[in-house]
Structures are given as C-alpha cells and as structure tokens.
C-alpha cells in the first residue's frame, strides 16, 4: 500500500518559498510582478515538452503521470514488517503445510510476495521461483528507469530553452533600441527565461529523476528480501531462523527501534 510522500511536496513548497523570500525581501509585493512572464514561461515549458516529444516515444510519454505520481508517493510497508510477515508464513507453513498459505496470503497485500508465495504452493523449484521473480525485478528496474530517463533529460532541456529565451529577448532588444519602450519586456524575456529554465531543471525535475532512483533502489533491495523470505517458507526453514537471516539486513536505527519495541512489550506483559 503506497501513502503519500510528504518530503517531495515539503521540499518543492519550500524551494519555492525562499524564491518568493528572496523576491520580496528586496523589491516587495510591488516588485514580485516583473518575475512573472507568461510568455517566458511558455518558451521554456513548451520547448522542454517539445524536445521530450522529439527524445522518446508516445508510449514511454504516457509513463509521466505515473513516474510523477510515484515522486510523491511512498511504500508504507517497512522491513521489521515484512520480516514479520514471512515468520508467521513460515510459521504457519510447518505446522500445516504449504496449501494453508492460500488463505493466509487473504491478509497480504502486496502483490509481489502473493506470487511467490503460490508459485511455492504449487510446487515451483525454488531455482525456478528465483528466475521468474528477478525477471519481474527487472522489468520493474526497465520500466522506472525510462521515467528516471524522461525527468532527467527534461532537467537538461529545461536550462537549454533557458537560454533560447535569453537569446529571442536579447535578439528582439537589440532589433528595437530606438524604442525604449520595448527594452524592459524584452529583456525579462532574456533573463526570466534562463531563471525558470534553471529553476525547474534544479527544483523539480533532477530531483524528482533522483528521487525516483533512490525508490527503485529500495524497492529493489525489498524484493531481493522477498525472495529471500519465501525461498525460506518454501524450503521449511525453522521461522525463528528465517528471522534471523531477514533480520541480517535490517539497518541499526532499525534493529534499536525493533528492540525498543521487545522491551516495551516485556515491559507491559509484567504489569
């Protein structure tokens, strides 16, 4: 199950906040004005979009709402959790077989451990679960990578229309020096344009590419962890041991908080 990710739109609404500090610490609400130009910002949102449509292809386009949705997403699952799930698997496994796991698996929700668990309940070698479940690690490896590729390159195309702006409003200043009346809004054109262009390459979209990095990295080191556990209840291993192989790759801020909680549960069952 996925919650919302509070850091990815606390970062972006405080990156903008100390924009908008900056602008109005010096020049005031008055001032703030000439930062907006709606014709600069065309020029850098169109002319990314544009060069998006030129690098890939419609069906890998149709992936950006869900590669943006996953920026602001998280996995509510934790690995103390998971680690818990598949000692109860196992558990229930030695004491009444394989099959029982079918109605156990009611309570699971992500779908990843569901399918390696039934492909041990059918019968599946262990060597063969491994495959498919890697091969499924990878497309899901494939498949976040090209939205990782489409925020990336649009972090580099985002400053380049940046300055094709600048260029245009240096362009059309220079082409109407005898009215002075035209060098003000041409030249935010000029500068405005590099401003948004950096703007969101840096805010938005290299951060959100990656973000979306670090995600399948974890959610990569899950799977691999995943696997590990159902090998485990497919092979009968004793669940106390399968905790302790699991817990092998719990962090250290992990391991203090899971014993914080043994000694807290000890701790009510004396009273």
């Known amino acids: 199950m996925k919650k919302l990710d509070m850091l990815t739109p606390i970062g972006l609404v405080l990156g903008f906040a100390m924009i908008a500090f900056g602008i109005l610490s010096n020049s005031g609400f008055a001032g703030a004005a000439s930062f907006l130009d709606p014709a600069s910002l065309f020029i850098v949102l169109g002319g990314t979009t544009g060069a998006l449509f030129i690098t890939f292809n419609l069906k890998e386009m149709k992936l950006m709402p869900k590669v943006l949705k996953a920026t602001f997403s998280r996995e509510e699952t934790e690995l103390p959790a998971l680690i818990e799930t598949f000692v109860r698997l196992s558990d229930r496994a030695r004491r009444e077989g394989l099959l029982a796991l079918e109605a156990e698996l009611e309570d699971v929700e992500d779908e990843f451990i569901k399918k390696g668990i039934l492909l041990a309940v059918d019968g599946v070698d262990p060597e063969v679960i491994h495959d498919i479940m890697n091969a499924e690690i990878s497309a899901m490896e494939e498949r976040h990578l090209k939205g990782k590729n ?25 082409n109407n020096l005898n009215d002075p009346t035209t060098l003000g809004p041409n030249m935010a054109i000029a500068i405005l344009t590099t401003l948004y262009g950096s703007l969101l390459a840096n805010l938005v979209f290299l951060p959100m590419a990656n973000k979306l990095g670090n995600k399948t990295e974890k959610e990569v080191f899950m799977k691999q962890i995943i696997i590990e556990g159902v090998i485990g209840v497919q092979s009968g291993q004793n669940p106390k041991i399968l905790e302790e192989k699991l817990s092998a790759f719990l962090t250290a801020q992990d391991r203090e908080k899971e014993e914080v ?9 004396v009273r």
């Open 150 to 174: 489409i925020l990336e390159k649009a972090g580099e195309y985002a400053p380049a229309w940046g300055m094709i702006g600048t260029l245009i409003g240096l362009v059309l200043m220079l």
């Open 261 to 269: 909680e043994v000694m807290e549960g000890m701790e009510e069952t």
